[in-house]
């Protein structure tokens, strides 16, 4: 399973800095993809650019860690947490505001599929180093 990890990883990247850099620099677009407006509220604005930038952050890390392998194992955990959090926050929401529309529906089921994902190769031990021999001189 670790070899996993490493491709995991790029796409669990690949998404949050597609979806920060959407949310950061235009959210309008973000927005039109599932039919809906933006309402042109400062405090909405700069609170869906504060959650854009910590994704997009997010994904730098876990593309970076991808390419180190002592790196991957809080990559994994950064992963897992950003996916499951905004899954139990739709899960909230729909208590919360009703049940959204179809797009909304498949992107929490993308996030809840990548959540688990991560816990999976977490708990699979999938990003642990392997012992590494010493030599003694």
Do not use: C, H
Not at 77 to 83: E, F, N, P, T
Not at 96 to 121: C, Q, R
């Amino acid at each position: 399973m670790s070899n996993l990890v490493k491709p995991f990883l790029f796409l669990s990247a690949s998404v949050l800095l597609i979806v920060g850099v959407l949310l950061t620099f235009a959210p309008e677009v973000l927005y039109a993809s599932s039919g809906q407006e933006l309402p042109n509220a400062v405090l909405i604005r700069s609170d869906l650019r504060a959650g854009g930038m910590l994704l997009l952050l997010s994904g730098v890390f876990v593309g970076a860690a991808a390419l180190r392998e002592g790196a991957r194992r809080p990559a994994l955990q950064l992963s897992a947490l950003v996916y499951i959090g905004y899954g139990l926050g739709r899960i909230a929401s729909v208590a919360f505001d009703g049940t959204p529309d179809s797009t909304l529906l498949t992107v929490t089921g993308i996030e809840w599929a990548l959540g688990v994902a991560a816990v999976a190769l977490l708990w699979a031990g999938a990003a642990d180093n392997p012992p590494q021999s010493f030599r003694t001189a």
